[in-house]
């Protein structure tokens, strides 16, 4: 019999008992690895009334006690690694150790919340007046709420809820349905590395889970990653509900390529950042933006021989460089793009489509894909394709470059090839986009610095983890104090008062 | 024939040409002293176009070479002081020394953003990875708008647009067309200090003006102070139009006064938080909790000895403690309120209504009301009223007096009165309140930290001006960056990156 | 035969070969338990040229990659805590539920270390002129060297080298030749945790090895714990050699108690402080000082109550309150120190000599004592006694107890008991101590603030550990970097530069 | 009558009256244009004292007050730059322009003073332990000294003094001897800015005034810059007396050359930074390495034709790239070591030796010298010559431009000359020198961060101004501090207590 996954409320697994089970499949099998348990409104609303009443202890725990959790759950979660990346790998597909590099980028989200006692640290002002003193503190907002994607099940919702519930929060996860399994464990880890029952929970479901973590009144914030339009759609009626929101939606990130690049490490760059994890990440390069024909012709060539030696396959074989897609409905989605592309006159040079892995015939494989000649109008540049599609655009010089990428409506990740000092800085400064890299591929900042993208790519002020997240997850309570002489006298101030 | 106000927009002053005036009164004296332009849709439309415009430049601009205008419009602001404070009180109403304090406020404001090189600092960090960096940048958003109040007309707008500009952006402000004049002088002060045209721009205007701006797609981000209602649907608007955005709404500010207590400091510090500019301060104290019956009878007491003191009258003349309300309709509606609390059954201590002030028969003068034995289900405790009426409860305890602030609608200010050191952490702790004072009746923080208030006294997740207001106007943009060795040759990375 | 101890050098213990060996005795039995060889010159170089050799890799090892070494050694510290406490107690006599304490905030050093990469981070400023930008980074100084005191063999040194290596420098130790093992063993599990060969290394010795380090011209910081005589001589010499130096010296710190205090938390907390650790440590309260005859009448009956009740006994009884001292001679001084209070009249409450432990009659076992009716100009005022002597003096009001502080030579630490916040805010403001308390009566700094003292407690700018740790061991490199357009001309400028 | 310069004690000038005069010459003409007056030392005792007795109410004023005082600094700065400037050009010789830009940049540090209100924020940890908050404050010293060299009269005093003053300390500045006269012009600025009296005291001596600082007890700390030998005498001397010390030294700034580098820039650059202020800058480059024979041999061929054109002339004069050297002593020693060169077979390319300025023939002019060929073991490449004295030395690769850089005494400035984003980044990480430029030849860090050399270029851990300057400036006080519940019973803890 199929294995049924529940929720994870108050430090343990509830069994699924609401009767609403759906698939989880294998992406490289085809087959059903699992059931997950959407939970019924009641089971949320007890995951929500569960956190709000762990909330006040949590909240007046020490955060360098709070941090011992973290501590622990570190250990745990290099300990449990194989498991962890063995899940990940059965329900999104990824190869192993694709999987090992995600959860890696999640332990170091938890290495950052290890900090928290010097993160919350307020401002202190002696005498902002006579005698007067101010400071600010950083307090947590109560419940919040995590939605996560499917294509980082363990490290995206390790981006929120250790920062949120080291800053004084309860929480309340809902992972993306495709592949709960890794969320749901590192709950378990959580609780044995000593987080009290209440602090994280796990709920799983569909848009009506969504929709009540967004509608019901305790929940203070909530966190999103997932595409544009449903990020979007998070944010407002979040935004609606009063409820502070950062909702992270798509991308289409651009590689420029100048002609002083180090083609081969580009062409090596590329091949990773492109196709690694199928595409499906959202800092993945999915244009490449070729400086002159020189340029052009030459990545052509040599990208089109790396794209023969890719090795697709099952995600538990480590010796693949890529794995299926996450599910047959996106397979056909990425497929019907290639398709526009040919039909938009596009210059087909690798074609993914009708590859088949020996002895995974039902699994969601679609090969390396490579355009070249693509225009600004094609679909295939304009949308976010979310799968192994790198697109090439040749463009005269890199102020082109940098107008392409400026005027596109996603702003979340940037690349540019270059050995030269002034077009580095260049780039820096004027491209609309939020996280840049220079000779760096897939520009993902780093733990202890934040995530976030620009224009359609995020909606909200403060970036995912790292400083930022700290802000979010905290209420700012600026005190002023002054303690009177017994004795003095003091005439009313009818003015408004200046302390200074 | 009256003087007629238009806009500023571009560097100059632009006369009224729309032909859309209303008037401003003088509310001292119940007469006509200005009229305004209500800015057209194109009018709007030109401010953010000429704002836009000047974005580049701006931009580029160092930020310590943007602070030269901060520096010389704090001397501007100085010597004019004078002039600015007329302004206010003519059209606003409140005393001449009031609005030196509102003014005084806003200067520390531009100081503020004086030290913007300072603050404008992103982190770096050496060896993310071996040979990589990374750092961020806060860079600006473009052309942000702010929309401020009545009852502070040159001080909010203050906390806006210095910070905002100085962090790199073009500005479009619309004040309350009940006061704009002050806000539109300093507007030239700005131009005199040498802030370059189109950087800021001011537009007079209504709720059509508004949602022009919130509609508006170069629009980056609004900054709002006003009512609840309005702010909370100004909030929803623009994060539906995908702005950033902080709502600043309503307050019943809260003070506890303990047994220990110093009472003729509490009955100093009331009468001016309570009666300072009308009441009409969102940091104005509208509720005193009494802790016993001995500190209630003893505040009674004193307190109506005070009120009969009082002296009410002309914003102009310096002698008086407390001046008349922005509107005729205002008044009534605070009227209205005293008339609900005396049917509700509470205890009209001091009646503010029916006073005449020689010489001002047409003014909006409403005397210091006080009311005691008020229940938490009168109108005149669960709204704002926003005039000088003081409502007093009597709880039996420190703990009866915190539940009563924490379940308000609103979370903006409060003050406890007392000389321990345990109550002041107790209170300070557990008030779910922004803004808490501990002896200091209006905890208005200092430039140099940020305000905001909790629950629904703010919509947004940061604050206003200090700190906050740099993030808020700002865009973090993360930069990986690692130069290649000319003959490195590195093997394709298929997973998941991590630096470390 | 008894155990020798030798030295840590690159990665492995050293067995003693150079002859030179003194005895570590058990001051609960005064028999000697071990000996350690004092290092000859050739082999503190040694040391030193090792920790050079390892440099250059160890730098270059990123911070986030460091920190992991942190993390696991935290594990190790936690999983062999009952061993180092055991070391603790046998060599330095503490009990060992103080042992665990010590350790425990040794720890606490650790966890702050493992957030190094937000601690290292720099700033930078974009547009510090026109394309300029600037930054700095916190570079590594290169070798340096820690001298610690016998009184925390195991919490001291870690206070020391995982900030400074996590800063990226290597580092020489010298504990204590009474009580060296914890420190050594702790090196090895710092080996086990992962820390390459050469990054620590741990040299036992007495003036020789010291002068040897301040020498030498490859060590470019010092920091040092011990007496203020010893303190003073190092940080001059440290200095007179070239290098920065952080030198830690002796306290004497006061109690105030105000008549609103709660004598029975009062006394509880002054038994601790007093006694605990038999009064060697820095931060003990070594005097009281009774504002009003009052409070000191009654704290004379309580303290003298509770001392009666004091259990001393060895260190390896958990049962016992207080150990012994750690060695004969020191029990000589104190015992000095009490017949000088006797002779200058004095007026002795509590008598702890005497005392005799059943079982450990060659212990090293002083009782408390307590002294009331002390004198200003006394020798037990005056002086550290390092022991368990509690020295009352009577003060007429607050004002009088805060100037008797700030008359004297130490300034380290000190405590108000009170309830009052106007008291507690004067004190905090006025006294002239680097570490305040409020009814703490040890206000050492948790591990994320920074540890020092003012006056003659202190010698050097920056403290010890948390923030000010980061900075006294790096070295700040600032940066400014412009990229050249290739065709720009620019004219040559013999002004001073301005960049903004 | 010569003109008599005295001190500047207790907010005004005092005249001589001690007797012992010294004469000031302008060093475009060679005549005595002032006297200044030795002070005794009852008179620095006098400084001391004022500063003693003004430091209490000075140090409770709160920071946005003494703020204001720099705010109206900067602008009577700016309004008196004229007479400032040409106050340092007629004692010290450089030319107008040069002066300007050297206010320019004290001026700067002014602007950074304003801020410190933001600055001196301390840190505030909420629940450390449980019910316990622990926070820190930055208070001033009391008084501190600096002792300030010739080179720039204005602004190097204009490093220290505000940010100490606005840090809570009073100060005692003591100028050159050989161009006092702007230094105490602008003391008097501060006074009519309404700095209050004593805070700010200039005495005037030679060795004799700085001895008596260095040992004088009250001095808290001494900022010094000046030549290395003085610098480190000082530093020890300071540091003998319990006092904190920055002591920032000489230099010898090397500039690489790399093949890439855009050689029309380079060589204006050089100019600039060689012969500005006729080298007497610890920040002016004095040693070109040239990457190649290639771009050696153009540097020396376009270099000496700069010199050929390079306009040497009285400070006064505008038009003039060049002015005198300080004194005719000093004019030997610079003469002296061109001499050396020669005779120790440096190529010598230009000799500005024999120079007369019509008008001006006893001036101490000196005209631009540039020596090729030079190799390490010559004293014009070992020692700081401080004069217009350029010397080239050929290197065959930037490894070895770096090894001469890293072996170098000092450690001040250094600039790389490249379009190379791998160069410059491995320049920044190796070099072993403070203040690094990337086509900046004069890396000076601008207000807001700070200055300071490494090796034999700055003793001490802080470095100069910005950041730094406030951590200098203060002394840190640590505060922890609970409340206690009156009924609350505690039991004594011996053991070491652990907040957490």
């Known amino acids: 019999m199929t294995t049924q996954v529940g929720q994870f409320i108050n430090g343990q697994q509830v069994a699924p008992q609401d009767g609403n089970l759906i698939d989880i499949h294998n992406p490289s099998t085809g087959a059903v690895c699992r059931q997950v348990e959407m939970a019924s409104s009641a089971r949320v609303q007890h995951a929500i009334d569960t956190a709000q009443a762990a909330f006040p202890a949590w909240r007046a725990t020490p955060p360098a006690k709070r941090a011992q959790v973290m501590f622990r759950l570190k250990q745990l979660l290099e300990q449990h690694s194989d498991k962890i990346c063995a899940l990940i790998s059965e329900e999104h597909g990824k190869v192993l150790h694709d999987a090992k590099g995600e959860l890696q980028r999640g332990i170091e989200n938890v290495e950052f919340a290890c900090g928290m006692p010097q993160l919350l640290k307020g401002e202190h002002s002696k005498d902002v007046g006579p005698g007067i003193d101010a400071w600010c503190e950083f307090q947590p907002l109560g419940v919040v709420a995590g939605i996560t994607p499917f294509n980082f099940p363990a490290m995206v919702p390790?981006?929120?809820?250790p920062s949120a519930i080291m800053c004084g929060n309860t929480f309340v996860l809902k992972p993306s349905e495709k592949d709960p399994s890794s969320a749901l464990f590192i709950a378990e880890l959580a609780a044995e590395a000593g987080?009290?029952?209440?602090?994280?929970?796990?709920?799983?479901?569909d848009k009506a889970a969504v929709d009540h973590l967004l509608e019901d009144s305790t929940i203070q914030a909530v966190s999103f990653v997932g595409s544009t339009p449903v990020a979007e759609a998070i944010y407002k009626k979040a935004s609606e509900n009063g409820k502070r929101c950062q909702a992270l939606g798509g991308a289409k990130n651009h590689a420029i390529v100048m002609p002083d690049a180090d083609l081969d490490n580009v062409v090596n760059a590329l091949m990773g950042a492109a196709y690694g994890s199928c595409g499906e990440r959202c800092m993945a390069i999915s244009v490449v933006l070729a400086v002159g024909d020189e340029v052009g012709d030459a990545l052509r060539v040599r990208l089109s021989q790396q794209v023969e030696t890719l090795k697709v396959g099952a995600g538990c074989d480590n010796s693949n460089d890529m794995g299926p897609l996450i599910s047959e409905a996106h397979y056909?989605?990425?497929?019907?793009?290639?398709?526009?592309?040919?039909?938009?006159?596009?210059d087909l040079v690798c074609d993914g489509r009708g590859l088949s892995v020996e002895g995974y015939e039902n699994g969601y494989f679609l090969g390396a894909t490579l355009f070249d000649h693509v225009k600004p109008h094609m679909d295939i540049y304009q949308k976010e394709i979310f799968g192994p599609v790198l697109v090439m655009l040749r463009v005269p010089d890199m102020q082109s470059a940098v107008n392409l990428i400026n005027e596109h409506e996603y702003g979340n990740g940037t690349c540019l090839f270059t050995r030269d000092g002034e077009a580095a800085r260049y780039f820096?400064?004027?491209v609309q986009v939020g996280m840049v890299g220079v000779n760096v591929p897939l520009p993902v900042p780093v733990s202890y610095h934040s995530f976030g993208g620009w224009?359609?790519?995020?909606?909200g002020d403060l970036h995912a983890y790292g400083p930022d997240s700290v802000r979010f997850y905290t209420r700012r309570k600026a005190v002023t104090q002054r303690w009177p002489s017994a004795n003095l006298r003091e005439g009313s101030q009818f003015s408004f008062p200046s302390h200074s």
């Open 332 to 346: 056909q989605t990425v497929a019907n793009f290639i398709e526009s592309g040919v039909s938009q006159e596009a």
């Open 195 to 205: 987080l009290p029952p209440g602090v994280l929970n796990v709920v799983n479901g």
């Open 455 to 459: 224009k359609r790519s995020l909606f």
């Open 428 to 430: 820096i400064d004027q």
């Open 158 to 161: 390790l981006w929120m809820w």
